[in-house]
């Protein structure tokens, strides 16, 4: 079996780099998406094996993205890891973690995360998932 797939979809370019960063040197394919339109493009012609979503991006934000890919039976089965910052962003935004709740994602973590955290929680979600992705 070769690399896990990761899709990684966030708006930070500089966040974006140094993650894709920290999960290659851990033997993961990455590939970025800077937008949610985009995201949602890349997941349906991908078909990667996990996704890390963030919540608050241009075109479509990561709640949309992560409601429609776990409505869609083909994708449904994939994995995702919201990554936000929408807990220390409530007051601004018109993002909710209620909002979060109601998505069928997999995993919920805040920014800023340490990498340690990130690739504990993404190996624990390929655990969870069995290869079943």
């Not at 919920?108 to 990498?115: A, N, T």
Request: some cysteine; charged content about 30%.
């Amino acid at each position: 079996m070769g690399k896990k797939k990761i899709l990684l979809v966030e708006d930070d370019f500089d966040f974006a780099e140094a993650t894709k960063i920290i999960l290659e040197k851990k033997s993961y394919d990455v590939v970025i998406a800077h937008d949610g339109t985009e995201g949602l493009k890349k997941a349906q012609t991908m078909r990667p094996d996990l996704i890390i979503l963030d919540v608050m991006m241009p075109e479509m934000d990561g709640y949309e993205v992560c409601s429609r890919l776990k409505a869609d039976p083909e994708y449904r089965h994939i994995p995702i890891l919201l990554l936000t910052a929408v807990g220390e962003a409530i007051p601004t935004t018109k993002y909710t973690i209620e909002m979060g709740m109601k998505t069928e994602a997999d995993d919920y973590i805040s920014k800023p995360v340490e990498p340690v955290v990130l690739v504990e929680r993404v190996e624990n979600l390929f655990r969870i998932s069995g290869g079943k992705t």
